[in-house]
């Protein structure tokens, strides 16, 4: 064969080295997600619950459905409840509240 002409085997080893390439790649790709939390998220709360907040600070727990809101929590306002760690309403929540009269304030400052 003439010099740069193509030869099998040299087709063959570019191509396995551009496939490890690919998934050392992917593989740190899926690495760093998985290390920054967006594609495995954890839900709010187990089956059989849903989450409440505390009243006029950034707490929150999970309580069973069969049971009533404990003392010092409420529900979530409507289409504002969390579902996953990180999501949309889980962030929100970190710096709002719910006052006593159901009015979603400021958190006040953590010291």
Known sequence: MTPGSSHPRSASRRRRVRTAAALVGAAAVIALAGCSGSLFQDD????????????????????????KVPKGYTRYPEGKVPQKTDDKWDKYWRTHTVDKTGNIVDAPDEK
Do not use: F, Q, R
């Open 44 to 67: 709010i709360c187990g089956d059989g619950e849903y989450p409440v907040m505390t009243v006029g600070a950034t707490g929150s727990a999970c309580v069973k459905d069969n049971e």
